[in-house]
């Protein structure tokens, strides 16, 4: 099996992948991807771009004070369509997320749950 595709990432000083390009196999352009990063070093943003450099999707994200996504929000050029997630936690005694509920347009959509096993 030979080359199928190639990916050449570049990173900014904080060691951040703020571009990806993706290639095929003939060397053409796939699609490239930009992200961007807040104060905080967390990412905000995603947007992919197709081979003519038309956005195809963009997602912006939100945290909360505890550095988890309190907002999500997708756009889908294919469809034109928009999707706002909200997230809701719930945290053990050691400050970590126990459980994530996902909101979209007011309805839970998803919960997640973790178990941690704390030792002395």
């Known amino acids: 099996i ?3 595709s ?3 990432n570049k990173y900014d000083e904080n060691n951040n992948c703020i571009e990806s390009v993706r290639y095929n196999a003939d060397g053409s352009l796939h699609a490239k ?3 961007k990063y807040g104060i905080s070093g967390k990412r905000t943003e995603r ?3 197709d081979s ?3 956005l195809t999707s963009k997602i912006e994200y939100q945290y909360n004070e505890e550095g988890y996504w ?3 929000n997708t756009y ?3 469809d034109n369509s928009n999707k706002k997630a909200v997230y809701e936690y719930k945290y053990d005694v050691k400050g970590n997320w126990i459980e994530q509920i996902e909101y979209v347009n007011d309805v839970a959509v998803k919960i997640t749950e973790r178990q941690f096993e704390y030792f002395e």
């Open 2 to 4: 030979g080359l199928t």
């Open 6 to 8: 190639k990916t050449v």
């Open 33 to 35: 991807t930009l992200f």
């Open 47 to 49: 947007a992919v771009y």
């Open 52 to 54: 003519a450099g038309n």
């Open 70 to 72: 309190s907002e999500v």
């Open 76 to 78: 889908n050029s294919a």
